[in-house]
């Protein structure tokens, strides 16, 4: 792998300062554990909230990234939403945010996301297929997670990383919170990356990427919540991505097969196919978490290609509205 010019880490870790030092505005808990690892709490006991939403999302992104929090109507129902857009998409959205490290270690369990993922490789495979690796002295993940994690873990997490602990900084959001809801939305666009990386696209072709998505309202349990959240992206993500590609005709069938209802399992509310599921991700059809529309230009012919639908109906039956 080519040494990188940018690191996600460094540039995450002054977006990550930033929410420490504000940590009243962003309604956060900042705490430093004994091994002197910095947590950021933001919804276990914290308020948290749409601005730690956004800046949380920036973060995932490793500061390649913006993300605006806004309100959008979906025929007549109108929800908060976020947009979020990058210029740097393959690295940003896949080596970085995308939640590709399950940290296991004895009885703890969190999904990681954000820039320390390109410091321990997680996954590997997809560090090679984007050419990118961090060389940062710093590292930050974000932990979907309603538990604080343990001396051990954070061991764990900053030996994977090959860092100190006190050059360690976690970030705590849970799926049950208004920043949890946010963030998750704010996966929107890289959602769509993945799913076209899935179906053979080399990733590195995408040179622009924007999208948004409604913010799931909050639910206390979390089986549910998960199915909110993911049902704001499956039936009402939209995604716009600017790739340089050399064959139309193949570009134009990826597309169509990217959006969510390109899946068997789309149709129903995500908490009935996950309970279905035995609440098991691995049992889901992979193709489903994608956003509802694509929009697809290619900068090498001008062509365009949409495939997909907003599905405000089954977007009303997930939340109940």
Known sequence: MSK???????????LAKKLCDESEEYGVNVKETTSGATLIDAG?????????????TEICLGGLGKAEVFTSRYNNLELPSISVYTDHPAIAALGSQFAGWQIKVKKYFAMGSGPARALALKPRELYEK????????VAVLVLETAKEPPENVITYI???????SDRLLL??????????????????VEEGIHKLT??????????RAC?????????PNFAEAMGRTNDAIIYAGVTCYTVRHEDDDKLAELVNKAPSLASKSYGRPFIEIFKEANYDFYQIDPGLFAPAVLIVTNAKTGSIFKAGEVNVELLRQSIGC
């Open 211 to 219: 999208g948004y998505a409604p913010i799931a309202p909050v639910h």
């Open 4 to 14: 990188p010019r940018l690191s996600v880490n460094n540039s995450a870790w002054q």
């Open 44 to 56: 276990i006991k914290a308020k948290g909230g749409f601005l730690a939403g956004k800046i949380i």
């Open 171 to 188: 970030i705590l959001v849970p799926t049950t919170t208004v920043a949890g809801s946010t963030q998750i939305s704010g996966r929107v």
């Open 130 to 137: 984007i050419g990118y690796t961090d060389e940062a002295d």
């Open 158 to 164: 900053s030996n994977q990383c090959r860092i100190a």
């Open 198 to 207: 899935n179906l053979g696209l080399d990733p590195k072709l995408i040179i």
